[in-house]
């Protein structure tokens, strides 16, 4: 079983930035893919980003060009560089990971076996 631990979240102002970090442990990596879901109070969880073995990246809409998924492979780490943020980015997030993840369900929660205890992410106004 693999696990993955979050850090890096944590209290920053309107504009800010913050970085998050997971990672994984457990097993071998190749074809492994990761993603990042968020979940604000009162809301559903939804997809942030994700990011297969190959490179190939996926984002939500919402995120605009601000936040920027990476991966350092010979950590079995995956990041999220979230530049710009706003109050509305204020949710609990969570990393994810899996095998078997191709470009058409990587938006998919319920595809991904493995999470994360999640990391708060609070933005003042």
């Known amino acids: 079983q693999v696990q993955l631990v979050e850090s890096g979240g944590g209290l920053v102002q309107a504009g800010g930035s913050l970085r998050l970090s997971c990672a994984a442990s457990?097993?071998?990596?190749?074809?492994?893919?990761m993603g990042w879901f968020r979940q604000a109070q009162g809301k559903e969880r939804e997809f942030v980003a994700g990011?297969?073995?190959?490179?190939?990246?996926k984002y939500a809409d919402f995120v605009k060009g601000r936040f920027t998924i990476s991966r350092e492979n010979a950590k079995n780490t995956v990041y999220l560089q979230m530049n710009s943020l706003n109050p509305e980015d204020t949710a609990v997030y969570y990393c994810?990971?899996?095998?078997?993840?191709?470009?058409?369900?990587?938006?998919?929660?319920?595809?991904?076996?493995?999470w994360g205890q999640g990391t708060q992410v609070t933005v003042s106004s």
């Open positions: 990011l297969l073995y190959s490179g190939i990246k």
């Open positions: 457990g097993r071998t990596f190749s074809s492994y893919a």
């Open positions: 994810a990971g899996s095998f078997g993840i191709t470009i058409p369900i990587m938006a998919y929660g319920e595809k991904y076996d493995d």
